[in-house]
Nanobody, 115 residues
Framework: QVQLVESGGGLVQAGGSLRLSCAASGSIFSIRRMGWYRQAPGKQRELVAH???????NYADSVKDRFTISRDNAKNTMYLQMNSLKPEDTAVYFC?????????WGRGTQVTVSS
């Protein structure tokens, strides 16, 4: 089992920045890929970015050049630095990890960007 706790969400004006964190605990030795997803009201959950155990990252086109995903394996924590935020980035952001056998989700953290 892996437990995930997100933090760092909040309310920010357009053009501002936020940094999300996802702390993992439990069977962390089995974690492979980690990622961030988001879900806006009335929309499906979508991938924001993910990062492999070796540090290779991929981003959704909508966040490229604005968001940066990173992970600190020593601290079992993943981050999402979000810059130049737009109102359309408003959503609940979820932490996700893939292990050898399962996928786990955090409960999510709300990000609201005002215009």
């Amino acid at each position: 089992q892996v437990q995930l706790v997100e933090s760092g969400g909040g309310l920010v004006q357009a053009g501002g920045s936020l940094r999300l964190s996802c702390a993992a605990s439990g069977s962390i030795f089995s974690i492979r890929r980690m990622g961030w997803y988001r879900q806006a009201p009335g929309k499906q959950r979508e991938l924001v970015a993910h990062i492999s155990s070796g540090g290779i990252s991929n981003y959704a086109d909508s966040v490229k050049d604005r968001f940066t995903i990173s992970r600190d394996n020593a601290k079992n924590t993943m981050y999402l630095q979000m810059n130049s935020l737009k109102p359309e980035d408003t959503a609940v952001y979820f932490c996700n990890v893939d292990t050898t056998y399962n996928t786990y989700w955090g409960r999510g953290t709300q990000v609201t960007v005002s215009s």
